[in-house]
């Protein structure tokens, strides 16, 4: 999820510092400069925000699967006790 976050806001962020260094009419050089700190810094911005997301995604599906699956084991063991033995 890190991954996708940071491929989508890097370069989104550099197109947008282009476009307003173009706006601007500023200079070639600053403005790929600017644009390029821009990409650098909103990938690695994006890639933990993705990252964190991941994480918390997966414990919360963790968490919620364990409740269930020890709900499921206390039904059944309930059931258990309550089913007359066989007589042998």
Request: proline share 3%; hydrophobic share 50%; charged share 10%.
């Amino acid at each position: 999820m890190g991954r996708a976050y940071a491929g989508t806001l890097g370069p989104l962020a550099f197109a947008l510092t282009i476009a307003r260094g173009v706006a601007a009419s500023s200079g070639v050089e600053g403005t790929i400069l600017a644009a390029s700190a821009a990409m650098l810094l909103f990938a690695t911005i994006g890639y933990l925000i993705g990252q964190t997301a991941g994480y918390l995604v997966n414990e919360s599906v963790r968490s919620q699967f364990q409740a269930a699956m020890a709900a499921w084991d206390e039904k059944h063991q309930q059931q258990a006790k309550t089913q007359p033995k066989p007589i042998t």
